[in-house]
């Protein structure tokens, strides 16, 4: 499906220079501009957005303004778009894909694009998810069987993708705004969150024995516990991987 791209900014140039490397890649097939952020919410509520290519200092209704404004749920992937740099932090914590510092290069616009495309397969990956685990809870209330979790996830890179087959992940770890999937010798980086994984994994096979770390029970070869209940676990490629104090008993008891 042709994504539909959003580009807010009150300069009349750097909306044109947007819109030509936008309307140039082949996966968009929907532009709309506007000239401030009180015209993007009325455009928003009009007509949704995939990508939304974010201005941050803007009259009246700024770039965050913008965003506070929307519901969760409704926000398109944002790329923010500015020449100040000191909103970098303030733009990854309300979860935006990219930062692009003006000027910017060709180049950079086109990997800010990816990312943002990245993102939007990641979410869609998650709600099918979501999908799946609905109709589980359905059907499984009329007493019949549905496969719940994903066998598989898809990573894509530009001109590729890779896919990971759920079983062979070792254990999975937080890297910013990514994931690193271990599997044995090779290791994969998708950008999701630990959150989003778990939802779509089997909570009978992974467990998250850490903020930062997801595990294949069948994967565990040994459990060590140290002082002030804080442990950690051994896997069978040889990898050791910490595991919080509450999340010791939660582990035994799966492990058996």
């Not at 807010?8 to 097939?29: K, M, N």
């Not at 993007?40 to 209704?61: G, I, N, R, Y």
């Amino acid at each position: 499906m042709k994504l539909k791209v959003l580009i807010v900014d009150d300069e009349p140039v750097a909306r044109a220079t947007i819109r030509s490397l936008v309307e140039a890649d082949g996966d968009v097939g929907y532009v709309a501009e506007c000239g401030d952020g009180r015209e993007a919410l009325q455009q928003l509520a009009k007509e949704s957005a995939d990508v939304l290519f974010l201005d941050v200092e803007m009259p009246e209704v700024n770039g965050f303004e913008v965003l506070a404004a929307l519901p969760r749920e409704r926000r398109p992937i944002v790329v923010f778009t500015t020449a100040f740099d000191h909103f970098a932090t303030k733009a990854f914590d309300e979860n935006a894909t990219d930062y692009l510092l003006k000027p910017f290069s060709d180049e950079r616009f086109q990997q800010a694009l990816a990312r943002a495309k990245e993102s939007l397969r990641t979410r869609a990956l998650i709600e099918a998810g979501n999908k799946i685990g609905s109709f589980a809870d359905a059907t499984e209330a009329l007493g019949e069987k549905a496969p719940t979790y994903s066998s598989r996830l898809s990573i894509h890179r530009e001109g590729r993708v890779d896919v990971v087959q759920v079983d062979d992940i070792e254990w999975i770890q937080s890297a910013d705004q990514y994931v690193r999937l271990h599997t044995g010798d090779t290791e994969y980086l998708m950008r999701a969150s630990m959150g989003e994984l778990e939802k779509v994994l089997d909570p009978g096979r992974f467990a998250r024995v850490h903020r930062s770390a997801i595990v294949a029970i069948p994967r565990v070869r040994r459990l060590e516990t140290k002082g002030g209940g804080t442990g950690r676990v051994l896997l069978v490629c040889g990898d050791w991987v910490p595991v919080s104090r509450s999340k010791v008993p939660v582990l035994r008891r799966l492990l058996g």
